[in-house]
């Protein structure tokens, strides 16, 4: 099993990031995903989860209407698209994937709460002012 993350950088406030999860080793229809992140000192927050259709995505508060998640079936990729950064974006993100049994939609929780696992190694981000 494997997820790996890429698409992480340096970005002045405002501006636009697109992040990818390449994933392989596993059927894949048998899984959502969720984009996490975490800054030092901080817990890992769950930010945006998918299920296996697009009107099954959850969106945290603090990314809601600036951040998109998207999955490709034929790429086996799933895609956080990031707009309107702030400095508080500032983390290491992540991906990772639950089984579809242990996901409904409501929300996107990380470990011990949710059932998310198979982290990829991470790819940051920074927001600079």
């Known amino acids: 099993v494997q997820l790996v993350e890429s698409g992480g950088g340096l970005v002045q406030a405002g501006g636009s990031l697109r992040l990818s999860c390449a994933t392989s080793?596993?059927?894949?229809?048998?899984?959502?995903f969720g984009w996490f992140r975490q800054a030092p000192g901080n817990e890992r927050e769950g930010i945006a989860c998918?299920?296996?259709?697009?009107?099954?995505?959850y969106y945290a508060d603090s990314v809601k209407g600036r951040f998109t998640m998207s999955r490709d079936d034929d790429k086996r990729t799933v895609y956080l698209q990031m707009n309107s950064l702030n400095v508080d974006d500032t983390a290491v993100y992540y991906c990772?994937?639950?089984?579809?049994?242990?996901?409904?939609?409501?929300?996107?929780?990380?470990?011990?709460?949710?059932?998310?696992?198979?982290w990829g190694q991470g790819t940051q981000v920074t927001v600079s002012a």
């Open positions: 080793g596993f059927t894949w229809d048998y899984y959502a």
């Open positions: 990772a994937r639950a089984p579809t049994v242990y996901y409904s939609g409501l929300g996107c929780n990380a470990p011990p709460v949710g059932r998310f696992g198979s």
């Open positions: 998918i299920g296996t259709t697009d009107d099954t995505t």
